[in-house]
C-alpha cells in the first residue's frame, strides 16, 4: 500500500509541476515585449504568400511589429480586428486586438497608417497577428 501510495504522490507532484510552469503559465505582455522582427503589412503577407515554409520559419510563434494601412475593422465584444492593406484584393494582415489590457482606442480610420506589435499565428487568408497592441 505504501508503495502505491508514494507513487500516487510522485504523479501528483509531477502533475502540479506541469500545471504551475505551463498550463497556468502567465501570457507575455505585449506592450513590453521586445519585437522579433519589424516589417510592412505589404512585405509580411507578400513573404507568406511567396513561400509559406520559410515565412512560417521566420515570423510563426514570434512576435512581429507590422506597419500599414487601415483596410477595415471589427469593434464588437468578442474580438476586435483591424485589417491591414496588402495590396491583394483577397488578403491581409489581420490584427487581433489584445483583449488582456484595455487599447489605446476603439476607434480606427480606413486609410489610416497604424503600427501594431503582436504574436503571428499563421496565414489562413490573411496573416493573423494576435494580442497585437498599437504602437
Excluded at 497556468?24 to 506592450?31: Q, Y
Excluded at 519585437?35 to 512576435?63: G, H, P, W
Excluded at 511589429?65 to 489581420?94: C, F, H, P, W
Aim: negative net charge.
Amino acid at each position: 500500500m505504501s508503495k502505491g501510495l508514494r507513487i500516487l504522490l510522485i504523479l501528483l507532484a509531477v502533475a502540479g509541476v506541469f500545471y504551475f510552469f505551463v498550463w497556468d503559465k502567465p501570457h507575455k505582455d505585449m506592450g513590453s515585449a521586445r519585437s522579433d522582427s519589424a516589417i510592412s503589412a505589404n512585405a509580411l503577407y507578400q513573404a507568406f504568400d511567396s513561400d509559406e515554409t520559410t515565412a512560417q520559419s521566420q515570423y510563426l510563434d514570434k512576435v512581429v511589429e507590422v506597419t500599414g494601412k487601415i483596410r477595415s475593422y471589427e469593434m464588437n465584444t468578442e474580438v476586435q480586428k483591424v485589417i491591414l492593406e496588402t495590396g491583394d484584393i483577397l488578403g491581409g494582415v489581420a490584427c487581433e486586438l489584445d483583449d488582456l489590457v484595455a487599447p489605446k482606442r476603439t476607434s480606427f480610420q480606413v486609410g489610416e497608417q497604424v503600427t501594431f506589435k503582436g504574436l503571428c499565428t499563421g496565414k489562413l487568408l490573411d496573416v493573423v497577428l494576435v494580442r497585437c497592441v498599437e504602437l
